[in-house]
């Protein structure tokens, strides 16, 4: 009965934490509007070079060491870079998430596409031309 007890008290333990956001990096102001990526990725030059909020569902993360992590919003996608690897995400991380950081579009090079590819654990190269958001904070939801 112990043994049984155990094991569903273990089952349940990551349940007690749903719901509750998690912030990764430094904390996200609360002031300015959030961005979801569709909206920045349709007009990348409005919201390039300056920090904003930005949003959308995390679909990958880096599985080397959670140091980036795909966000997506109604079909289109940003790479969210850590600032300066100075934190990481889990990786297993999913669901939505809002990201502090700086957008611009980024021309990888074969050998950078690679070494993203290696690191998202995938056979499947991203695209030569990204969006990029290089945060100083993500919070998970």
Known sequence: MRL????????????AFAGNPTTHGAPIPD????????????????YAGAEHRFSGR?????QKEGCWLMLEDDGQAARVMMKDHAFAVPKDARGSAEVYGVLSVKELTKEAAQHLA????????????????????????
């Not at 002031?31 to 409005?46: F, K």
């Not at 995390?58 to 880096?62: G, N």
């Not at 690191?119 to 100083?136: F, K, M, N, W």
């Open 118 to 141: 290696e690191d998202s654990g995938s056979d499947v190269l991203p695209q030569e031309r990204e969006l990029r958001i290089v945060a100083t904070g993500v919070r998970i939801d």
């Open 58 to 62: 995390i679909t990958e993360v880096c």
């Open 31 to 46: 002031e300015g509007a959030v961005v979801p990526i569709s909206v920045a990725a349709a007009d990348a030059d409005a």
């Open 4 to 15: 049984s007890l155990s094991v569903l008290l273990l089952a349940l333990a990551p349940l």
